[in-house]
């Protein structure tokens, strides 16, 4: 059987006895289709023909592309499929695919400040009345004790040890965890909590019970949303010339400032709350990337070719 034949067959299975929508139905046709016009210029035109090698290459050619990873999944999912429909209906004796790995998703690297970019944030955030003040507080506890924004949001006064330096966090699956605070971090948060927070719960025009919990509130006395937080967060960033700068980005750089610090992994682990030690070792991959690019820019013969 034609591969072209093949992809018919499959896509009325889809259609009829799947019940596919037409929208799925249309996407595979055209990746489908892609597929075989890849086959027919590489010579292959019978399914039965097709090897493993020739799908190896067709996934190779998609990246090549520079398709989107999303996109590369779905077209080797339906070559996939197209393949085992094809041996449980007796067009070929077996799958090409069976012996092929899945794409593998591509480790992306989290986004980090250095140490001289995070020092100039946070010493151009303005000072002056209780919102500059919250704003301030937020920063610091964002860059110096690495919370999610999820948890900085749901940080409630109660659970700030001042005299201790240390915060009662609540994490993924409600679980709390101690997180140190000291130094500018724990200067801000002090500064905002001894009068600017008061002054903004004073603006809240019908009481809200969760309000007079939080620590950080908004311009109008309710509790600070991740929407809210967010745009703090990008406006700070934008004013010190760091553009899409996000909560998120903070915690990383954190982690990875401790790491370049000297802090152990086991310790950077429980202050960010992660359940898995492997999540916090992405940031030894971020170390090495920043001692190679030091090296590169440092040394005087690190580009003298061999």
Do not use: W
Not at 11 to 25: D, Q
Not at 63 to 79: K, P, Y
């Amino acid at each position: 059987m034609r591969v072209g034949e093949a992809i018919d067959e499959y896509l009325y299975h889809l259609r009829v006895e799947r019940g596919s929508s037409a929208n799925t139905i249309e996407a595979y046709r055209r990746d489908l289709q892609a597929y075989d016009a890849f086959l027919e210029g590489a010579g292959t035109t019978e399914l039965a023909e097709v090897t493993p090698e020739d799908v190896s290459a067709f996934e190779g050619s998609l990246v090549e592309e520079g398709l989107a990873f999303s996109t590369v999944c779905r077209r080797m999912a339906a070559v996939r499929g197209l393949h085992r429909f094809a041996v449980q209906e007796g067009f070929a004796p077996t799958a090409p695919t069976d012996a092929l790995a899945l794409p593998k998703t591509p480790k992306r690297l989290p986004e980090v400040l250095s140490i001289e970019d995070a020092g100039r944030l946070l010493d151009a955030l303005p000072t002056g009345g209780a919102l500059e003040a919250r704003d301030r507080a937020v920063m610091e506890v964002l860059y110096g004790c690495g919370l999610r924004a999820s948890e900085l949001c749901r940080l409630d006064v109660a659970r700030v040890h001042q005299q201790d330096g240390l915060l009662v966090v609540v994490g993924k699956g409600s679980k709390e965890r101690l997180v140190p605070i000291s130094g500018a971090a724990e200067r801000a948060l002090s500064d905002y909590l001894a009068g600017p927070r008061a002054e903004l719960s004073l603006k809240a025009h019908v009481p809200k019970p969760s309000a007079h919990d939080a620590v950080f509130l908004n311009a109008r006395g309710g509790r600070l949303t991740r929407q809210g937080l967010f745009g703090i967060v990008r406006k700070a960033g934008e004013a010190a010339g760091i553009e899409g700068l996000h909560p998120h980005m903070l915690r990383h750089s954190f982690a990875t400032h401790m790491l370049k610090g000297g802090a152990d992994l086991r310790v950077i682990q429980q202050i960010l709350g992660h359940a898995d030690i492997s999540t916090t070792q992405i940031y030894t991959h971020v170390d090495r990337t920043h001692l190679k690019e030091e090296y590169l820019a440092s040394h005087p013969r690190a580009h003298l070719k061999p």
